[in-house]
Every structure is written in structure tokens, then in C-alpha cells.
């Protein structure tokens, strides 16, 4: 079924007369918060357990539903791992389940997530307990392989119902333009928000673009803000209810929020990086025109953005070596290990050890206990090599998906929208008649005359460092952002070792921080520790004398760290490498006013992290701003940084 077509209608109006509890389980968290606002509003009661809660407000929802005061739960399916959680679920007095995203239980899914079976081994023992418990399944992006599959694996003994709707948007005009870089697509976004009216979501791939997006337009003016999961949980909230009220232009987004949100006025879609998979496209651009209205979905098309599908396909799918290296921590292990700890051991990619202990939980090679409160895991005597046949299955669908929508997108010769209905299994329909390839009005150009004054607002535009809560940090910037891969940043990053200034980066830095102290003005400078950056000191004196700042010096390392950062495979270990590993040793007195942390770069954020426990261990109260050099981001399961 379309998105947009009434498909949270199949479980609302069930739920309301049903006498027990509702149970939806669902990734979108984004769709939580938006539903439970809704029906609140209805006079049903509904809730969420999710991560982005705290455990006390997570236990306080499992009481209510206890109490039989929830008439409709939501739940990740990530909560379905943890022993205690699953038993509390279990014992609740559940009349309707109901699985959300339904293709992510699938292999042959576009979205397959390893949580999603731990929803079948849930189903079953429920449905043991109470066999009267109804089962529905949702999607709006499953071909027949799919529903086949999902059917398959859910009503095992059972003859489900099947109900397929027609997946055609007409009302939603489809188009793609050709594009290379940054500056350019910049250009074509700003162009296309000036002439579409009304609301909608821009999408980028990374975390990184969505705030890159978002500030390029706020300094065009416009009321454009970005949202992702790495925000806090009241950010998120304030944004994603804003955006509700029309408060915004566009927001800037990742899947965090796009997949979920529930706004009928979306007028417009614009994917700033090209989406991973046909089935992600249409679900992302169907968010757009669920009023029946006039709607447009644009994909800014740069091939050179299949690397970064390249990288997330990659970092998705576990190796045999990669079972082997987590099976010998967990035997080898004098305890047992839990999930960050395995991360440390490993030093694998995050994503993987997840898919990997929930395919050895689900295969019998270990099992998990709770001892205290903590999930742990416990090697079991199985020998056999484990079976990762769906994992070759999936690294074939996401390639050929992969393939599919660069088709969609350099093509120029097939309907737009039939393409994607016949993708989905919607073999019949007539061509769309507003396409740009219906419409004949493919653009293959884009505006040059812009582009120098956008490159150089991205040569001078700072890489913003988000405040930190627990170490009481307050927000900073680095000087050269590492994802745009400037002549700047490549120069310092290869010539660390050395202690002449360049002066053309000291004057950025000076031209930032002299903008900077306009509003907060620095009372002292402290910088990092550091083994290998020999512009350190001279850096850090300069900026004094420059500023008239006095320089701090009040951090060594009080044990050398093993490693460097950059040798380490993922930020578990780039946590415990530096971790009370840093010293404070203070004057006997520190002026009053803002202290600048200064490095080189910013990666994990770990370095920082530590430098500030150990000022605020020292009982330092000012305000610790961070400034870096560069900003860049580590690679996860391999050492190095992202390039």
C-alpha cells in the first residue's frame, strides 16, 4: 500500500475496539512521537518505548501498559532483544500486533534489519500464550518476492490475507537533474526552493550534509533547518513539531525523521544525495503530496555519490571473519561480555557486531542472559561453521538495488513513476504524464554563474563541533570541515609533523575565531595534548599573541595512550584508548570567562571528551569551548579516516 494511503487507519480504528493492548512495532521513531500526538489529541491513550527515552520514563510506559492504561503501544524492535523487556511485552494483555516496515523482516528486503527476527520468535511465543492474538503486517515497498517471504516467515501454519493497493502517485511530478559537486547541487536546491511553493523535505545520505545544507541556507536567509538522530531527544521533538506547524521552509533531514513524519502538506522532495534503493526512493518521496495535491520529487544526480552507498553497503554485511573474531571474544572472555564490550574486543564496525550476535543468538552459538539489569552473551558448545547464506542474498539485493536506481536516474527515456511501480510489482498502469521524461524537460545543465560565490562561502563555512552534555562542553567549530576534501585540509593533514604555520590557514582560523569572540569573548586558551602535531605549539601562541589571549597549558597525558586515535578500528576503542588517560595540573588562578580547547582535529570527539573530564575533575567552572584545526570522520572496523 502507498505511503499516504490510511495504512496507521488498519491498527487505529482495530485498536479502538479491541479491549486489550495494541502492540505497533516499528523503527520510525519520528512516527511515534507523530502518532501518539495525534490520537492523543482523539482521546486514545497511546505511548512509546524507544531509545530516545530515558529508562525511568521507558519504565514508567511499561506500568501503564500493565495497568491496561495504553490502548495503543509503540515499541522499536530493537527492545525486543533485551530478555527483561521481551518478558515484560509478553506478559501484557495484547490483542492486536502489528509489524511496521514488514519488508525489513524480509532477506530479499531492501531494509533487512536483524531486530526484525527477534519480532518472530516474539510473534510465535504470543501467539502460543494467546492464539486469538491478530497479526498485521505493513509495507509500503514489498515486490511479490518480498510478500511471498514476509508471509512465509510470520504466518508459518497460517493462509494470511493478502491486500495489495495500486502504487501509483499521480498527483506527485517526478523529475532528476544531472549534476557534479557540492557547489552545484547547492545551487540547484536553492533554485528549486524558490520556485516550488510550500513545505517539504530535503534529504541527504549523512548526518554531515544535513547540516552543511541547512547552513548554507540560513545564510541565504532562508528558514531552513536540518534533523538527525544524533540530536537530543528534545531537539528532535521541538524540530519535528515546528516543522508540523509550517514553521519551516524545509528541514534538511536523514531518514530519521522522513520516514516517519505525518504532514499531508509536503509539497516538495528533494534528494541532495541519491537515495540507496528504488523501494528507499519511493517510500522517502511519497511523504510528499498525501493531500491529493500538486507535489514534486527531485533527485540531484552526482554519480560520484554511489560511494557512499558503496560505504554503507559495505559496513552492513558481515564477513566469516568477522563471526569467527566475535565468537573467540566470547569464549575468551573471563566474564561474559556484553554488547560494547564485544564492540571494544573486536574493534568491528557497530552495525556488524549487531547483525552478527543476533545471527549467533538466532543460529544457537550463543545464548544472552540478564545479570542485573545488563544483556550479556555466553558461548554455547555448537561447532559448525554458521550459515550466512542470507547474507550473500542480501549483498546481491542491495548491489542490484543499487543499480537499479542509477538506471532510474541516468536514463532518459521511461516513465519515472512507472519505473518505480513496476519495481514494487505494479505491473499495470499507464505512463505518469508529468515526469520530466513524460514532460520532455530533462535538465542535463545547471547554473555556473553561482557557483564560484557557493565555493567560496564552502571554503570559508567552519564545521560546527555540537555541545556535550555529560563533560559540560558548550558548542565550537573546526576551521576546515574533512568531508569537503579541500586543497586546505588535505596540505595540513599531511604536513602535521612539522612546525611551520601556514599562513593562509592562519588566517582562516584568525578571520573565525575573530568573528567568534563578537559574541563570546575567550579568556585564555588550553591546548590538546599531542604526540604527533608539531604546529601545536606554535599554533596555540600565535592565536595568543594575535588575540592577546594568555595561553593555559594545563594538560599532559598521565599515561600514554597504546595507540593513536587513527590506528583504532571504531570509537569503542577510541573511547577506552584515551579514557582518564589526560591530567590537569592548574595555575593558581584562571581568569574568569570562556577557556578555548584547542587541537588539531576532531574525530570521535573522544580526546576532547577526556581533556574536559579532566578539567572539570580539576574543578574548573568556565565555559570549555572547542576549537580544531579540522574536523574528520574515523572509519568504523578499519583504522584510518573516512576519505
Request: net charge neutral; hydrophobic share 35%; glycine share 6%.
Amino acid at each position: 500500500m502507498p505511503t499516504g494511503y490510511g495504512k496507521s487507519l488498519l491498527y487505529q480504528l482495530p485498536a479502538c475496539l479491541l479491549p486489550g493492548t495494541t502492540l505497533v512495532i516499528s523503527p520510525l521513531l519520528a512516527l511515534m512521537r507523530d502518532q501518539i500526538y495525534n490520537l492523543g489529541k482523539k482521546g486514545i491513550l497511546a505511548s512509546a518505548i524507544n531509545s530516545d527515552q530515558t529508562s525511568e520514563h521507558n519504565e514508567e510506559i511499561f506500568q501503564k501498559a500493565k495497568e491496561g492504561n495504553c490502548k495503543i503501544l509503540f515499541i522499536a524492535p530493537e527492545q525486543l532483544d533485551h530478555i527483561d523487556r521481551f518478558q515484560i511485552l509478553l506478559n501484557l494483555n495484547i490483542d492486536l500486533i502489528v509489524i511496521d516496515e514488514a519488508h525489513c523482516i524480509s532477506t530479499w528486503g531492501h531494509d533487512f534489519r536483524p531486530s526484525y527476527r527477534q519480532i518472530l520468535t516474539f510473534t510465535k511465543a504470543l501467539l502460543t500464550k494467546n492464539p486469538n492474538t491478530k497479526v498485521l503486517a505493513l509495507t509500503a515497498t514489498a515486490n511479490e518476492r518480498v510478500e511471498i517471504d514476509i508471509c512465509k516467515q510470520i504466518f508459518i501454519d497460517q493462509e494470511p490475507e493478502v491486500f495489495r493497493h495500486s502504487m501509483n502517485r499521480p498527483n506527485i511530478s517526478l523529475s532528476v537533474i544531472q549534476v557534479q559537486g557540492v557547489a552545484a547541487k547547492l545551487s540547484l536546491c536553492e533554485e528549486l526552493l524558490a520556485k516550488w511553493e510550500g513545505c517539504g523535505l530535503i534529504y541527504c545520505a549523512t548526518r554531515e550534509n544535513t547540516e552543511l545544507v541547512a547552513e548554507y541556507f540560513q545564510h541565504k536567509g532562508l528558514n531552513v533547518t536540518s534533523y538527525h538522530a544524533g540530536y537530543e531527544t528534545s531537539t528532535k521533538c521541538e524540530l519535528q513539531e515546528a516543522f508540523i506547524h509550517d514553521k519551516y521552509k524545509a528541514l534538511v533531514a536523514t531518514n530519521a525523521l522522513g520516514m516517519g513524519i505525518d504532514k499531508s502538506n509536503l509539497r516538495f522532495i528533494i534528494h541532495f544525495d541519491f537515495p540507496g534503493s528504488i523501494t528507499a526512493y519511493y517510500q522517502e518521496v511519497g511523504r510528499c503530496g498525501r493531500d491529493g495535491k500538486p507535489a514534486h520529487g527531485a533527485i540531484l544526480f552526482d554519480p560520484i555519490d554511489q560511494n557512499i552507498h558503496d560505504y554503507f553497503i559495505h559496513s552492513s554485511l558481515p564477513s566469516p571473519h568477522d563471526f569467527e573474531n566475535i565468537q573467540t571474544a566470547i569464549r575468551g572472555a573471563k566474564d561474559p561480555l556484553g554488547l560494547r564490550a564485544i564492540k571494544t574486543a573486536t574493534g568491528l564496525h557497530p552495525t556488524r557486531v549487531t547483525l552478527v550476535i543476533a545471527e549467533l543468538l538466532e543460529q544457537g552459538y550463543i545464548s544472552k542472559e540478564s545479570i542485573k539489569g545488563k544483556q550479556v552473551y555466553q558461548p554455547l558448545s555448537k561447532e559448525t561453521p554458521p550459515d550466512l547464506s542470507r547474507y550473500k542474498i542480501q549483498k546481491e539485493v542491495k548491489l542490484q538495488e543499487l543499480k537499479q536506481i542509477k538506471y532510474y536516474a541516468e536514463q532518459t527515456d521511461k516513465c519515472r513513476m512507472l519505473i518505480l511501480r513496476h519495481y514494487l510489482g505494479d505491473e499495470d498502469g499507464d505512463e505518469c504524464q508529468s515526469c520530466d521524461i513524460c514532460l520532455k524537460q530533462i535538465r542535463e545543465d545547471h547554473p555556473q554563474k553561482t557557483l564560484s560565490a557557493i565555493s567560496e562561502w564552502l571554503d570559508f563555512r567552519v564545521a560546527t563541533i555540537a555541545p556535550m552534555a555529560r563533560e559540560k562542553l558548550s558548542a565550537g567549530f573546526s576551521v576546515l570541515d574533512g568531508n569537503l576534501r579541500s586543497q586546505l585540509f588535505i596540505h595540513f593533514m599531511q604536513n602535521r609533523s612539522q612546525d611551520k604555520i601556514d599562513e593562509t590557514l592562519f588566517e582562516l582560523l584568525s578571520a573565525h575565531l575573530s568573528k567568534y569572540m563578537q559574541s563570546t569573548p575567550i579568556a585564555g586558551i588550553i591546548p590538546l595534548p599531542s604526540r604527533t602535531w608539531k604546529g601545536r605549539d606554535p599554533f596555540s601562541k600565535k592565536i595568543g599573541d594575535q588575540f592577546n589571549i594568555p595561553l593555559f597549558d594545563l594538560l599532559s597525558w598521565e599515561q600514554i595512550p597504546e595507540k593513536r586515535q587513527g590506528e583504532l578500528l571504531n570509537n569503542d576503542q577510541r573511547h577506552d584508548n584515551v579514557h582518564k588517560k589526560i591530567t590537569a595540573t592548574l595555575p593558581s588562578s584562571l581568569p574568569k570567562g570562556a577557556l578555548l580547547l584547542f587541537d588539531d582535529y576532531i574525530g570521535s570527539g573522544n580526546t576532547l571528551k577526556e581533556a574536559a573530564r579532566a578539567l572539570r575533575s580539576a574543578k574548573v567552572p568556565n565555559d570549555l569551548i572547542p576549537i580544531t584545526i579540522a574536523s574528520l570522520k574515523w572509519r568504523l572496523g578499519k583504522p584510518g579516516f573516512v576519505q
